[in-house]
């Protein structure tokens, strides 16, 4: 006889941006395991470590189950009354004495999309400010802005089953299999079945080992790189010249451009020798179909943005878009920053990347909150640290993010928290930015709610409660519901998830022809999902592009902000491991992920480690301009010799303590991936 109490809630992964489908088997409200989902589209049946791990994420023992207030250094519990009504009290001195743009929110890329979108709403309608902002700011922030301008849309072009349609696979700045593991095993098997791979990175990844064809460059060169590449197209007629005539514009502008970077200049910049740069460019503009993935070994420079477009230029004239197995395909690295940014948890855009201060936006937005939308520009996540310490920015909630431990300069990002009146942090475990709030509030984890998340491919799919919330914790949307009645605002008071959505689908033109019952076929549907697309759109760009004609942009190559030199001699770039996510929060609970990995560690290449004299394990301290961290060397050859990288999770050796925090112009993208440092062997007792 089946036991009643044991059930399997088919749900989504909350780790990266794959989005694979798991089932969480419950027994007695209580998460006992994990299951994958054979009849997945995108995961068919498989998952990764991190995936089969995530149960542990949900382990009650160091939950936070009620609210907490600080006084005298400590936290004590408190009812959800006392501490509403001291962040009202807060929140409303604030914005009397210094007005709204005091005030600000940061939003969660590991939240749903109905958390997301209340967060937008609430920063808007309730504290009358666009200062709303995500962890997007620091991973894909330059795909949106560059692909808004080049297509009209800053999203994955085609879908994660085009990986199979291609003829060439270009992995470009990313590493899938440690970080989007499900889908780089289907590059792998996709390579197995007879397409080439080309990889562009500097360091030698999985991928680049295994591939027909690795460019190695040096850090930072990746516009020297890609305006070679089209250089030595257009010096050999290998561009599409019908798609150029017939969906292009600014052809001559980017010819212009790129004569500046003839084969021998490039090899020079980028270290690339000019035969591989001659193979890389015949590869990428003769196969019949190339699919272009790129992450942030492309986004997280101060060169972010022209990164992007540059990657955009050599897909448009080659014409490697708009048709099934080619595309440009930026692999978000959360669960749901997608639908974070979809949902315009962004300081410039509404839901949907409606313009927030464009005068018809602000009519529509405005008649279906019934508020005021507010005319001034808002500040980005990092925009509103440094205004904190510049003491013009008093008050904040933070969802489930930990900026502390993965924002750049560790030490700024303290000193900016630490100023603020009123600092709010709603999560699920006491992680390092909760420490310094005034006033945490629990929420519910992925497994305890319902709500929608929207993976790389733009698919929108149903995220289910399995188990109750522990404690008094609540969901996102519930607790701005609530603060925003107390503060004066009705408009937030949703029955439920599904309200949520059924109105955030109704202002959000991509999701509009969306429903909780519609998500349920065919596991999601990919957005645009609207009229003229009722079951969703796999392949974006076809025909035409969003924009209309596709824009080339000329960009030139710029050095990182900081560059090695005889103070700080190595470059120091920051990786992700396939054992953990973020900032290690959810996964360092799972005992079978934290044996895999010591905690921290400082990857060197044997040259440079023979030059100080670093065997593996030696206890060293790296310093930056910003700061210092002792962890212990790994010796590898997969870096190139002159640069060294170390992981973001472990808060024990935080790499955000060096981490420059110069910015791509743009988009305020701070430059995670280059920075100077010097290493010393650390003596040991
Ligand atoms: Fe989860 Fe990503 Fe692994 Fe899939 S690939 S199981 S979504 S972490």
Same mark, same amino acid.
């Given at each position: 006889m089946s036991n009643p109490s044991k059930k399997v809630i088919n749900t989504i992964c909350p780790y990266c941006g794959v989005g694979c489908g798991i089932g969480l088997q419950v027994s007695d409200g209580t998460v006992t395991g994990v299951e994958p989902l !054979? +009849? @997945? !589209? =995108?995961s068919q049946g498989m998952l990764c470590v991190k995936g089969w791990s995530s149960a542990f994420a949900l382990d009650p023992y160091d939950r936070i189950k009620t609210p907490l207030i600080k006084e005298n250094g400590h936290f004590r519990p408190a009812s959800w009354s006392e501490a509403y009504q001291l962040i009202v009290d807060s929140f409303q001195a604030i914005k009397q004495e210094h007005g709204p743009n005091a005030l600000g929110l940061i939003a969660c890329a590991r939240a749903t999309n109905e958390d997301c979108y209340a967060a937008q709403k609430f920063a808007r309608t =309730? /504290? &009358? $400010? @666009?200062?709303i902002d995500h962890c997007a700011r620091i991973c894909h922030s330059p795909s949106v802005a560059g692909l808004r301008q080049t297509l009209g849309s800053g999203a994955m072009t085609n879908s994660i089953d085009d990986i199979e349609k291609a003829d060439l696979l270009v992995i470009f700045g990313c590493d899938p299999t440690e970080n989007h593991s499900v889908l780089g095993g289907r590059m792998i098997q996709a390579q197995q079945a007879g397409t080439k791979l080309l990889v562009v990175d500097p360091r030698k990844t999985r991928l680049a080992k295994l591939a027909? *064809? @690795? *460019? +190695? *460059?040096? /850090?930072? $060169?990746n516009i020297a790189l890609i305006n070679g590449l089209i250089n030595i197209i257009f010096s050999n007629g290998w561009e599409d010249k019908t798609f150029i005539e017939e969906r292009c514009e600014n052809i001559d502008a980017l010819r212009k451009k790129v004569a500046g970077y003839p084969p021998k200049r490039v090899a020079e910049i980028t270290g690339v020798p000019v035969d591989q740069l001659h193979a890389a460019a015949k590869m990428y503009s003769q196969s019949e179909r190339t699919f272009l993935a790129y992450g942030m070994g492309i986004t997280q420079y101060t060169s972010g943005t022209n990164n992007v477009i540059a990657i955009s230029n050599l897909t448009l004239v080659t014409g490697?878009? &708009?048709?099934? &197995?080619t595309g440009i395909n930026p692999l978000r690295g959360q669960n749901n920053v997608q639908g974070a940014c979809d949902m315009g948890a962004l300081p410039n855009v509404f839901p949907g990347y409606q313009e927030a201060l464009d005068a018809t936006s602000q009519e529509k937005f405005g008649t279906a909150w019934k508020c005021e939308i507010p005319q001034q520009k808002g500040l980005t996540s990092l925009g509103m640290t440094s205004e904190a310490l510049n003491g013009r920015f008093q008050g904040m909630i933070i969802m489930g993010e930990d900026p502390v431990v993965t924002d750049p300069d560790q030490n700024h990002v303290l000193r900016a928290l630490e100023a603020l009146d009123m600092l709010v942090v709603v999560e699920l475990v006491m992680t390092e930015t909760a420490k310094v709030a005034d006033v945490i509030l629990p929420a519910a984890a992925f497994a305890e709610k319902d709500g929608t998340f929207t993976n790389c491919e733009r698919r929108v799919q149903r995220v289910r409660a399995a188990i109750p919330p522990p404690g008094d914790a609540k969901t996102d949307w519930q607790i701005l519901g609530e603060l925003a009645k107390l503060l004066g605002y009705d408009g937030m008071q949703w029955p439920n998830a599904e309200a949520v959505f059924d109105e955030l689908a109704q202002l959000t033109p991509l999701y509009q022809g969306m429903s909780y019952d519609k998500l349920e076929l065919d596991n999601g549907l990919q957005w645009p999902c609207n009229d003229a697309t009722p079951d969703g759109t796999k392949l974006l760009h076809s025909g035409q592009f969003s924009r209309g004609k596709g824009r080339l942009i000329p960009v030139d190559h710029t050095d990182p902000a900081e560059m090695p030199d005889s103070d700080y001699p190595l470059y120091l770039t920051t990786t992700r491991l396939h054992y953990h996510y973020g900032c290690g929060s959810m996964t360092r609970k799972s005992p079978l992920l934290e044996r895999e990995t010591p905690s921290g560690v400082l990857f060197i290449h044997p040259d440079d480690a023979r030059k100080l004299s670093i065997q593996a394990g030696t206890l060293l301290r790296i310093s930056s301009r910003r700061g210092e961290v002792e962890t212990r060397a790994v010796v590898t050859d997969d870096l190139p010799p002159g640069t060294v990288a170390m992981p973001y999770h472990f808060k024990e050796a935080p790499s955000n303590l060096l981490?420059? $925090?110069? +910015?791509? !112009?743009? $988009?305020?993208? !701070?430059? *995670?991936k280059a920075c100077a440092v010097k290493i010393e062997v650390v003596t040991e007792q």
């Open positions: !054979p +009849q @997945h !589209p =995108v =309730v /504290l &009358g $400010t @666009h200062n027909d *064809l @690795h *460019l +190695q *460059l040096n /850090l930072g $060169t490697q878009i &708009g048709r099934e &197995g981490t420059n $925090t110069a +910015q791509d !112009p743009v $988009t305020k993208m !701070p430059e *995670l």
